[in-house]
């Protein structure tokens, strides 16, 4: 049990509030939901402040409770966008809603033998027999035009974009009505968000109090940025996703181990559990010693965890190792293919055929096949005779010696020259 305004100001995840959401929390245990579009079947890490704002949310005592857009991903939210998306059928939003659901356990409890379970709701289940004159009629009357326009996030759109469509201007007045709906039907008070929502919760808020009479606050997280201004979440590669199958573990666990140190400081507070103690003795203990990379590694751990498992962790850790520190051919072995390429992808690539591979005599003959790897044998000659070479990080002693480790993943070898390049030989079948 905690603070939950308090948690969210030391840890840099307070942006804004209605008045009187501190005393309404300080009453007893309140209820509060934030939305996720689902425009995917998994999170990517974008999502990660808001899922944290609802676990320390739960940690404070509260009930937290998810709302997957069913009906409103159908539309597409608008906000600080300058194009309509592009709208999903139900069988796609159906699957995207299972991805999503499936992720979000691994951070909330929702044991119906909580007091404060954490609890999952999807708006097509009341918006999808919502009749078109009964909503303009129950819900529309009640929220001005002007007060529609008045937004940002349309203003915004209406300035730079290409036009907002009846469609679109209509979301904040669906996701108003949501929030209308969980206030009388499951005596929710609180709406959380990005800060980019702030207008569209609001609009929840008058709409309750102007329907009902009742009382309902808001709270917005900022959006995180990198310290260099450019956008969060993303990679060389894109989204960084909480699914293994899009982003994996090991690609997942490079992303945080990479951060800035000015990053690690924010981020270490907003997307980790650990508590201001905690926090103020890692960022005392990196400043001593800053090349050791201790909070950048402890965040690492932390969310790497927390999304794919302790084994996952450990896999992503030893892949790190096999590029960055001593390793060995039993290390390798235990990487799975995904891992493995994963780790040295990018590397300069030797193929070759598998009858080929078979007559081939010695490792000399195997590194100049091409000349990918050596371009000459004198070359090869004098690197193995240095010591230097290695296949499947064991030292290669005579260029005239036979292949003798096995091939990993039965088809490949891994050629290390010097300490720092590697280069990949694929057998193909």
């Not at 009964?134 to 001005?144: C, L, M, N, Q, S």
């Not at 993303?234 to 997942?252: M, Q, R």
């Not at 996952?312 to 960055?324: D, R, V």
Request: hydrophobic share 40%; aromatic share 10%; proline share 3%.
């Amino acid at each position: 049990m905690n603070d939950f305004i308090a948690e969210l100001k030391w840890r840099g995840m307070l942006q804004d509030m209605t008045p009187g959401i501190e005393e309404h929390l300080r009453k007893g245990r309140a209820a509060a939901y934030l939305g996720f579009d689902p425009t995917a079947d998994s999170l990517h890490i974008g999502h990660m402040v808001g899922v944290m704002t609802l676990v320390h949310f739960q940690r404070s005592g509260n009930q937290p409770m998810a709302l997957i857009g069913g009906a409103t991903g159908m539309i597409g939210d608008p906000s600080f966008k300058s194009t309509e998306r592009s709208l999903l059928d139900k069988a796609t939003l159906d699957q995207n809603i299972a991805g999503i659901r499936k992720q979000l356990e691994k951070f909330l409890d929702f044991d119906a033998s909580s007091e404060n379970k954490a609890i999952l709701v999807n708006n097509y289940d009341w918006m999808a027999q919502f009749s078109f004159l009964e909503f303009i009629r129950d819900v529309g009357k009640h929220i001005t035009v002007n007060y529609m326009m008045a937004k940002d996030s349309v203003k915004r759109r209406l300035e730079e974009g290409n036009g907002l469509s009846f469609t679109e201007f209509t979301y904040q007045l669906i996701q108003g009505y949501d929030f209308y709906h969980l206030w009388k039907h499951n005596d929710c008070s609180i709406q959380l968000g990005g800060s980019d929502q702030w207008g569209n919760i609001v609009t929840g808020t008058e709409l309750i109090r102007k329907k009902a009479g009742g009382e309902a606050f808001a709270l917005t997280v900022p959006l995180i940025t990198k310290a260099d201004g450019s956008k969060f979440g993303k990679s060389e590669g894109g989204n960084v996703w909480l699914d293994p199958e899009k982003t994996s573990p090991y690609a997942f666990y490079q992303f945080w181990l990479n951060v800035s140190d000015e990053d690690a400081t924010r981020y270490i507070r907003i997307f980790t559990t650990l508590d201001k103690l905690a926090i103020e003795t890692l960022e005392k203990k990196h400043a001593e010693a800053p090349h050791q990379r201790l909070l950048q590694k402890t965040i690492a751990q932390e969310i790497t965890c927390m999304v794919h498992g302790e084994d996952e962790y450990q896999m992503a850790l030893k892949a790190s190792g096999i590029l960055f520190g001593n390793s060995s051919l039993e290390d390798l072995s235990k990487l799975d293919e995904r891992t493995f390429l994963q780790v040295f992808d990018g590397v300069p690539v030797m193929k070759i055929d598998r009858k080929t591979f078979d007559s081939i005599e010695n490792v000399l003959e195997l590194l100049c096949f091409d000349k990918t790897i050596f371009s000459s044998k004198g070359e090869a000659r004098k690197l193995i005779q240095g010591g230097g070479l290695s296949i499947n990080k064991t030292k290669v002693a005579d260029p005239q010696e036979s292949i003798q480790v096995p091939l990993l993943q039965g088809k490949y070898l891994l050629v290390q020259k010097g300490k720092k390049n590697y280069y990949l030989i694929t057998v193909q079948s």
